[in-house]
């Protein structure tokens, strides 16, 4: 309970989604059930592998909208988890894929786990909400997913007794190297976020200029409409100072005609 407790506060550590924590909680408990069951039940590696990952994915879609980022944590997360097993199994015990061990190794492992999403706290912008694109998202994913390959590769088929230390090695600098993607991701977020301010900047500045050019048109407009109201009202003075009213009216008829005034 400990490890998923931990599990869910890292897949909150990238949401800025609010859901609901009751059913959120509720989600986390039926996952701990189920993949608690599969194990004792079945036994099997690649089904465990298979299944807690489908359900970081999906509790992790709980979390954000984005099905994309939600593959990425999914992954990134059960990866870390792995390779915190691996690497406390195969350093302390004398441990071989499927072998059950002792409870202080599992918190131990719960204990590095935490420390991976505590680093991952300090690194990563949390609950930004501007999304990456997808294709984006499919390259940061490509990175733990060939890692989760690699490291279940190792201990399943290269792992023994004699090359044990330099497993261990190989699976913590895979770690450290996944680890370091949280500050990628970082990057990545800041440089893409950057661009897209700077997109909305130069469309607010293009907004403002056609707005400037309609006012200065307005203001054209408004300077030739007051030039021919003077030279009208000087026609129409000239007029009735000569006591022409009838050419008075003809004029005014002939200004409704030109300006369209009914």
């Not at 590696?45 to 999914?74: C, D, M, R, W, Y």
């Amino acid at each position: 309970l400990a490890r998923v407790g931990i599990n869910y506060k890292f897949v909150n550590s990238f949401a800025h989604k609010k859901g609901k924590r009751k059913s959120e909680i509720a989600a986390w408990l039926i996952y701990w059930c189920i993949t608690s069951t599969v194990t004792l039940i079945l036994g099997s590696l690649p089904v465990n592998v298979f299944t807690n990952i489908i359900f970081l994915i999906f509790l992790a879609k709980i979390s954000v909208e984005s099905i994309s980022k939600s593959v990425f944590i999914g992954v990134v997360i059960y990866f870390i988890n792995m390779a915190c097993d691996g690497l406390v199994y195969i350093l302390f015990t004398r441990y071989v894929a499927g072998q059950q061990v002792e409870i202080f190794y599992s918190i131990l492992t719960v204990i590095l786990i935490f420390v991976a999403e505590q680093f991952a706290e300090k690194v990563i912008c949390m609950k930004d909400e501007e999304e990456l694109p997808n294709p984006i998202w499919g390259v940061l994913t490509a990175i733990p997913l060939s890692s989760v390959v690699i490291v279940y590769a190792i201990v399943t088929r290269i792992l023994d007794d004699a090359n044990r230390n330099v497993v261990g090695v190989i699976v913590c600098g895979i770690l450290l190297n996944n680890l370091l993607i949280f500050s990628l991701y970082n990057s990545i977020l800041k440089l893409y976020k950057s661009r897209v301010d700077q997109q909305i900047l130069e469309r607010q500045v293009e907004s403002y200029m056609n707005q400037l050019k309609l006012y200065q048109k307005s203001q054209e407009k408004y300077h030739s409409l007051k030039h021919d109201i003077k030279k009208h009202l000087g026609v129409i003075f000239k007029l009735l100072e000569n006591q022409e009213n009838a050419a008075v009216t003809e004029y005014l008829k002939k200004m409704e005609t030109d300006y369209g005034i009914q």
